[in-house]
């Protein structure tokens, strides 16, 4: 009973809680009444892990898309192993203190940056529990997914291949939450001799159109360091969201 107090109190905001439940965390009548239906999440997302399976059904209950969410919950376990603390801790003295001198640093399972958080309009504390920061991790890519749609990104395979999730749109939205939306664009065959013999890709609008061809379905490989100085390949970053996206057949 302790547990699952935690677990609903853990879900902000609390309003969302009511209105999915019923129930308050002061009202343990029909916090009782509710065990039941918590404890059937165990079997109902046995894929997901347990701290997320109640904010999963709580975004599935609003229409979210499937597969974005799976995604979502990809990405999650790839920034911060689902909160769990075995990868980065969410709650970092450091980048607190990093936040207060105004560094654009990122916070919670989502490892969300404060400057996106805003562009999304949400606020520290929603994107600092598992439910905000699974919807915020939602919201940012399902408006990558609409900008690949626009650049001319297909549900075809990407240059990743089997690497990646089968869908040239959900690898460059995973990419973007990397390397930032602006890398979702069109790419074409560099005109530059070196980088023509090393297979590497240029923005289209960077190169001449006349001399250059659109090369579909492609996923740049950027290298992005973390304010900690620990490295990442884009291409690294994709497969192994791809790996938790594949993973996910229970929902």
């Given amino acids: 009973m302790i547990k699952l107090k935690l677990l609903l109190a853990e879900q902000t ?18 916090l009782n009444q509710k065990t039941t239906e918590i404890k059937n999440l165990n079997s109902k997302y046995p894929c997901i892990n347990e701290s997320f399976r109640l904010p999963l059904d709580i975004l599935l209950q609003r229409g979210y898309d499937k597969n974005i969410l799976k995604l979502s919950l990809g990405i999650i376990g790839r920034e911060s192993s689902f909160a769990s603390g075995t990868r980065y801790s969410i709650i970092n003295p450091a980048k607190e203190l990093l936040s207060w001198l105004s560094f654009d640093t ?49 549900n075809s ?17 995973i990419a973007s939450y990397n390397i930032g939306q602006k890398n979702i664009t069109k790419w074409c065959q560099s005109t530059d001799p070196d980088r023509l013999k090393q297979g590497l890709k240029d923005k289209c609008p960077e190169v001449d159109p006349n001399n250059s061809k659109v090369i ?6 950027i290298t ?28």
């Fill in 13 to 30: 905001p609390e309003s969302v809680m009511d209105r999915r439940f019923g129930i308050t965390s002061k009202n343990d009548e029909l």
């Fill in 106 to 154: 990122s916070f919670g399972p989502g490892q969300m940056k404060s400057s996106t958080a805003k562009e999304l309009g949400l606020d520290f504390d929603y994107i600092t529990s598992n439910l905000g920061a699974l919807d915020g991790v939602y919201q940012y890519l399902n408006k990558s997914t609409k900008k690949a749609v626009i650049e001319g990104y297909s």
């Fill in 157 to 173: 395979p990407s240059s990743l291949g089997n690497n990646g999730t089968g869908n040239a749109i959900y690898d460059i939205a």
């Fill in 216 to 221: 579909k379905n492609y996923i740049p490989n």
């Fill in 224 to 251: 992005t360091k973390r304010w900690d100085g620990v490295e990442t390949s884009t291409r690294g970053y994709i497969e192994e969201v791809a790996g938790y996206y594949k993973s996910y057949k229970c929902f």
